[in-house]
């Protein structure tokens, strides 16, 4: 069964998937964060699975995937960095209060 | 039927891979269902983990090494930090939005129902690599030969990324 | 030399002037105004005695004037203009004739009224409203006159808006006459659909009919739609109602309308299109019973009421009647229009008289008057004539044109007929009477009698001259010399002076004034005796047979119902789809706006939802083949 691409496209999805409803979900803006590292890691165990079993089998998915943790691990830094100015600013973390997108 | 577990679960492979991915699902199912934040923190660790595994099973052993470093060790830590920079009362609050909730979960299962149907229709062929020795060594030459100029790019925008968080959240007036 | 009907569009022009300078200019003029009013009402009045003179010569034609094309539809095309023979003649004399002196009267009758110009604009427009309908060629263009006429009498009716029993009374007027007009205008339309060659203009209808070109059921339905139209302008019964309330108009203009013009517009419409009547012996007598029955039923009435005014304009109802049944049971319209032309002047003479004892004592109700004969002879005098007259006393006016139509009853065999006519005639003379006894002899029972006195020269200057045509106006028709019915119809026609009629009519008018003297004067038979006596025979007759009441309940209130029905569909349905549009437009856009919170996790939400939607469009593309 594990010889072929399906479980790992498939837990690859799941996994993207539940990173997306708690990124749309969570009030916390670091746990937001966290769920998009979360959709980040699926993307990187697809690229992986077909780098292994793909149409060209070939290491191409192993290096983008590394290129895909540096630019995820340099995001995830600068968004931690911006939160905390904001939460200096705000004095809250509450996505909710964060609406100055409405005018 | 439980013949074809028992087939499943005759193969080493599978049984790690069986593992792992409840492992992985597992953290992520309760990283969404923890109310404190920390524990949601240490669940993701656990997912991030379970997926080195898989990557090992997939061959990719510099993958899974750096998978570890990188995001069961920094990415957590910094998540910590960031919770505790942002001291607030460590819960979730639960707020009620039906429409809200609804409308994600129709548009969660059409994602998924659609990558499902795709993958099902997806026909590979079987043709296998033969895994080479040492994958490091050939990440490591693939990299500084065709990859250099991405890889030039990512040590900039490293730099890049975290003078700009130093700048950002470095205290005013000081 | 050209005749004068050549510029008889001069003789409703004059007071159409006058209306469109009253109206500009009226405000600032004030009671300059009515010299307006009174020159031009004089233009006009030369103009039609030119006219009429010329055309008691004999040899002359009919005039007819139809150059103004107006509607062209195909191949049809219907003309205006006028036309003047000898029926237009004389009521084109009777109508500026009683127009000028109710103008001169008016400028005394009306004096200190703030309103006095728009008064003499408005009977500006009236005059040229009645002119435009006795000159009209065709029955369409009659007709819009028609309409303005009663647009007239609205104005004037309601003159006083500010009395709510005015405001109704106006109302009412002009309601039921539009009843009337309905009834005229569908006969209108089934006369434009069965005349040959769609031909309107009253030569043709005269042609047609006399031809016999259209006969049977259809002239019946014509003749009795075209009645209807008279029975409402002319207050016939049952649509008689609203000519006692429109007294609540100033008196000079119950003289002008209500007594010898408006109301006789519909004795002449049915004398301008007799020919249709004549080919229906059904419609005929249908106009012959109606005006019997309208004059003995409005004579009753007129017996028990108290306002000087409300006593009038009941006689002015029954008079009509009288001319209806003349119209009706007579083979031409010779005695109908006689007595329009005696009553114009001594019903407008009647009602100016009145107009003058109002002024005097600032009251409407006889009971309240008395003696008046010593303090204004003139107004005794012209009113003494004017009751003679409409008593059909001999020699005065009235008693030659109702022994006329009594004859033409008798002659014709219509004996009913005969026997109301008398009826009505004993009780015209015995009412008029009592209205002369109580007010002007006697001793005086109001307050007001010390300082009544007579009316000013402007007033009882035309009352004088009504008196004078009142006398003489009868003797152009006696069964001695029949000149008036040979001019008017153009044949000569058997006249039968039947010698035992004008003894009954006579004998009949001096039993109603004697019994009246009895009454009132002598007092040996009291005027409470059958109040007291039969209660509730006085009551039905002074409520006027409750017929008010009768039409309250049964046509006012469900129409008023049917009203409030449909104000309520107009408004929980016709509002209430406006309401539904307005409400989902507002809802769609409340639904925008939560769209739009500012919060990145709904716009995420929304993001999310276009993606499936995108991929779903890529992912069927092999299904559909669309793309």
């Given at each position: 069964m594990t010889d072929t691409i399906l479980p790992y496209l498939t837990l690859g999805a799941i996994l993207f998937c539940i990173g997306l409803y708690s990124a749309l979900t969570k009030k916390n803006a670091v746990i937001v964060l966290l769920s998009i590292e979360l959709m980040l890691n699926a993307v990187n165990l697809n690229l992986v699975a077909f780098s292994k079993?793909?149409?060209?089998?070939?290491?191409q998915g192993q290096i983008f995937s590394l290129f895909n943790i540096t630019v995820a691990a340099s995001e995830v830094a600068v968004g931690i960095a911006i939160l905390i100015a904001l939460y200096r600013n705000r004095g809250t973390s509450n996505v909710d209060d964060m609406n100055e997108l409405r005018k | 039927m439980l013949g074809n577990i028992a087939d499943f679960f005759s193969s080493g492979t599978n049984v790690m891979f069986f593992l792992f991915a409840l492992f992985a699902i597992g953290g992520a199912i309760f990283m969404i269902s923890f109310t404190k934040v920390v524990s949601m923190v240490v669940a993701v660790a656990v997912t991030f983990l379970s997926l080195a595994g898989l990557y090992v099973l997939l061959n990719a052993e510099f993958l899974a090494t750096v998978q570890v470093l990188i995001y069961a060790g920094a990415v957590s830590i910094l998540m910590i930090f960031g919770i505790m920079m942002t001291r607030h009362q460590g819960e979730e609050p639960e707020t009620k939005r039906p429409w809200f909730t609804s409308l994600l979960w129709v548009g969660i299962l059409g994602v998924f129902g659609i990558l499902f149907y795709a993958f099902q229709n997806v026909t590979f062929p079987q043709t296998q690599r033969r895994p080479p020795e040492d994958s490091t060594m050939e990440i490591g030459k693939l990299l500084f030969n065709e990859h250099v100029i991405p890889f030039e790019l990512m040590s900039i925008l490293l730099t890049v990324a975290f003078i700009g968080a130093i700048v950002l959240a470095k205290r005013e007036g000081e | 030399m050209e005749s004068y009907a050549q510029f008889a569009w001069l003789i409703p022009l004059f007071p159409l002037i006058a209306f469109l300078v009253l109206l500009a200019a009226g405000r600032q003029w004030k009671e300059a105004g009515a010299y307006v009013g009174i020159v031009a009402t004089l233009a006009s009045f030369i103009v039609a005695l030119l006219v009429f003179v010329e055309r008691?010569?004999?040899?002359a034609e009919n005039y007819t004037w139809n150059g103004l094309e107006w509607l062209k539809l195909g191949d049809y095309s219907l003309a205006m203009g006028y036309e003047i023979n000898n029926l237009n003649a004389l009521m084109l004399l009777v109508v500026s004739l009683v127009s000028l002196l109710v103008n001169l009267y008016s400028k005394g009758y009306m004096?200190?009224?703030?309103?006095i110009s728009v008064f003499f604009s408005y009977v500006a427009l009236f005059t040229f409203a009645m002119l435009g309908v006795v000159m009209s060629e065709n029955i369409l263009q009659l007709y819009i006159f028609w309409e303005l006429v009663g647009l007239g009498s609205f104005l004037l009716i309601g003159f006083?808006?500010?009395?709510p029993e005015a405001k109704a009374a106006a109302k009412k007027a002009f309601v039921m006459t539009r009843i009337g007009d309905v009834g005229l205008f569908l006969g209108i339309l089934l006369l434009f659909w069965h005349m040959p060659g769609h031909a309107l203009d009253f030569t043709s209808i005269h042609n047609a009919f006399a031809e016999g070109k259209i006969s049977g059921g259809t002239a019946t339905w014509i003749a009795l739609l075209i009645f209807v139209g008279a029975v409402g302008k002319s207050g016939q019964?049952?649509?008689?109602?609203?000519l006692p309330d429109?007294?609540?108009?100033?008196t000079p203009i119950s003289a002008l309308?209500?007594?010898?013009?408006m109301v006789a517009a519909g004795v002449y419409l049915v004398a301008r299109t007799f020919d249709i009547f004549q080919a229906s012996p059904a419609a005929l007598d249908t106009v012959a019973y109606i005006g019997g029955f309208t004059a003995i039923f409005a004579a009753t009435i007129g017996v028990a009421q108290n306002d000087i005014k409300r006593v009038l304009a009941y006689s002015t109802v029954s008079q009509l009647g009288y001319m209806m049944l003349a119209l009706g049971v007579s083979a031409t319209i010779s005695a109908g229009m006689f007595h329009l032309f005696t009553h114009a002047f001594f019903k407008a003479l009647l009602f100016l008289a009145a107009g003058s004892v109002i002024h005097a004592?600032?009251?409407?109700?006889?009971?309240?008057?008395?003696?008046l004969s010593a303090k204004m002879k003139i107004t005794t005098w012209t009113f003494a004539i004017g009751a003679l007259a409409l008593s059909g006393?001999?020699?005065?006016s009235g008693f030659w044109s109702k022994d006329a139509i009594l004859s033409e009853a008798y002659n014709s065999g219509h004996y009913g007929l005969f026997a109301v006519g008398l009826i009505a005639a004993f009780f015209t003379a015995f009412y008029m009477s009592r209205l002369f006894f109580l007010v002007f002899?006697?001793?005086?029972?109001?307050?007001?009698?010390?300082h009544a006195h007579e009316s000013p020269a402007v007033m009882t200057v035309p009352l004088v001259i009504l008196a004078v045509l009142a006398v003489v106006?009868?003797?152009?028709?006696t069964p001695f010399n029949g000149w008036f019915g040979d001019w008017l119809t153009g044949h000569a026609a058997e006249e039968h002076g039947s010698g035992l009629v004008m003894l009954l009519s006579t004998v009949v008018g001096l039993l109603g004034i004697g019994l009246g003297y009895v009454m009132y004067?002598?007092?040996?038979?009291?005027?409470?005796t059958i109040p007291n006596g039969a209660p509730w025979l006085h009551q039905l007759v002074y409520r006027k047979y409750y017929i008010d009441e009768l039409y309250a309940a049964v046509i006012v209130k469900p129409v008023k119902a049917i009203g409030n029905v449909l104000t309520l569909f107009d408004r929980y349905v016709v509002d209430g789809v406006v309401r539904l549009c307005a409400g989902v437009v507002q809802s769609l856009g409340r639904v925008g706006t939560r769209m739009q919170s500012g919060q990145v996790q709904t716009y995420g939400l929304v993001m999310l939802l276009g993606l499936v939607v995108l991929m779903l469009a890529f992912v069927g593309r092999r299904f559909w083949n669309v793309w």
């Open positions: 079993f793909g149409v060209v089998p070939s290491l | - | 008691l010569g004999d040899g004096q200190g009224d703030e309103r006083w808006y500010f009395k019964f049952p649509l008689h109602t609203w429109a007294m609540e108009g100033p309308i209500h007594a010898a013009t004592v600032h009251t409407q109700d006889i009971q309240q008057m008395g003696g006393i001999p020699p005065f002899t006697g001793k005086p029972r109001g307050e007001h009698h010390a106006a009868g003797f152009v028709m004067v002598k007092g040996s038979f009291s005027p409470e």
